[in-house]
């Protein structure tokens, strides 16, 4: 079955400290990849996605992601966090052949001023 | 651009009670899709429609669950009977359209607790 999986389930970081997320999914074929935040009491917003081309993409608020097919992987990043970052970060797979958005279960991020 | 709009926010109610949860797709979005989050499951897609159409149900839970969309602007998705492991947080999002690459926009949300 079609699955994704998120490393780490709560990180706990200083401010300005560096962030990595890792993202997994399992499926062969081709798949568009997003991540997505939830800040608290919010909804999910689309912080950036990938379908093709430049395997380093950046999105919103300095965060950026790289998709290596070959490990089957697209982790989050971002150089700096801010307490602001606080939120739970969603990683997400569609394989192109069922359109179906396939959530991770989420890694909670809280970040210490 | 108003996003989906969503009602109610907050939803309390005893077990055995009919529930009702709407959502207002973005204008000009055809898909719709309605999700659950809880703590045990994370985000479950439940349902998406297509052009009011409903595409794949799939993740419908049970039968006490139900979602209609008769029209472009309005869907609801219904529980009767409410029973408490229903209680979560229930999600609607709308995309352009169905393709892939198209990114779904989330509704604020409805927090169901069922007593």
């Known amino acids: 079955a079609q699955s994704v999986s998120q490393h780490n389930h709560h990180v706990i970081l200083s401010e300005a400290a560096s962030l990595e997320l890792g993202c997994n999914y399992s499926y062969g074929g081709t798949v568009n990849l997003f991540w997505y935040v939830q800040y608290p009491g919010q909804h999910l917003q689309l912080l950036l996605k990938?379908?093709?081309?430049?395997?380093l993409v950046k999105g919103i608020k300095g965060f950026e992601a790289e998709f290596i097919k070959s490990k089957f992987s697209f982790n989050l990043r971002k150089p700096s966090v801010q307490w602001s970052d606080t939120a739970e970060y969603f990683c997400a797979v569609i394989p192109t052949n069922t359109g179906k958005l396939i959530f991770g279960q989420g890694t909670t991020l809280q970040v210490k001023p | 651009d108003a996003g989906v709009i969503q009602s109610p926010r907050h939803e309390v109610t005893e077990m055995g009670q009919e529930v009702t949860l709407r959502c207002k797709p973005i204008s000009g979005h055809n898909s719709l899709f309605w999700y659950r989050q809880t703590m045990m499951r994370g985000l479950e897609l439940l349902i998406y429609?297509?052009?009011?159409?409903?595409?794949?149900d799939s993740g419908m839970p049970e039968d006490r669950f139900s979602a209609k969309m008769p029209n472009a602007s309005f869907s609801t998705l219904k529980i009767q009977p409410s029973e408490p492991r229903d209680s979560a947080v229930y999600f609607c999002?709308?995309?352009?359209?169905?393709?892939?690459?198209?990114?779904?926009?989330f509704g604020d949300g409805t927090r169901l607790s069922i007593l």
């Open positions: 999002a709308s995309s352009r359209g169905p393709d892939s690459n198209q990114p779904q926009h």
């Open positions: 990938y379908f093709s081309g430049d395997p």
């Open positions: 429609f297509n052009n009011n159409v409903p595409i794949d």
